[in-house]
């Protein structure tokens, strides 16, 4: 659900439901991910990087948390955090070699729009 409800922009929603996750599941990295990346967006970047940073530590092989820290690191307004989002982004591509946890797509598009982005004066 917290994912509909991110999707949705209902970002208060989505962090209940996916804080409620975790209660049932503890060890839910792709719970983690999605709270870090709905905190982030709703204003809480600090405590958004840490929940994607855990979601990394539960499950060193997803791709998901990379996609998500590239993500939150996209929309800095300073290089050296969109030059961590594309790293990031590149890992989250390598580790979901075979578009399963989403659309490699989503990420190549991101990578494209921050080196845009760089190249205009």
């Known amino acids: 659900m917290g994912d509909v409800y991110y999707a949705g922009g209902k970002r208060k929603e989505a962090i209940v439901e996916y804080q409620k996750a975790i209660k049932q599941d503890p060890a839910s990295a792709r719970a983690y991910a999605g709270l870090g990346l709905a ?13 994607i940073e855990r979601a990394v530590q539960l499950d060193p092989s997803s791709g998901l948390p990379h996609l998500n820290l590239g993500i939150v690191y996209s929309e800095s307004k300073k290089k050296k955090d969109r030059d961590k989002a594309v790293d990031e982004l590149n890992e989250a591509i390598k580790r979901n ?17 921050l080196r845009d982005r760089d190249k205009k004066p």
């Open 97 to 113: 070699h075979d578009n399963l946890e989403f659309q490699n797509k989503v990420a190549e598009r991101l990578i494209s729009e």
């Open 39 to 51: 905190r982030s967006s709703a204003g809480e970047s600090k405590d958004g990087l840490k929940d």
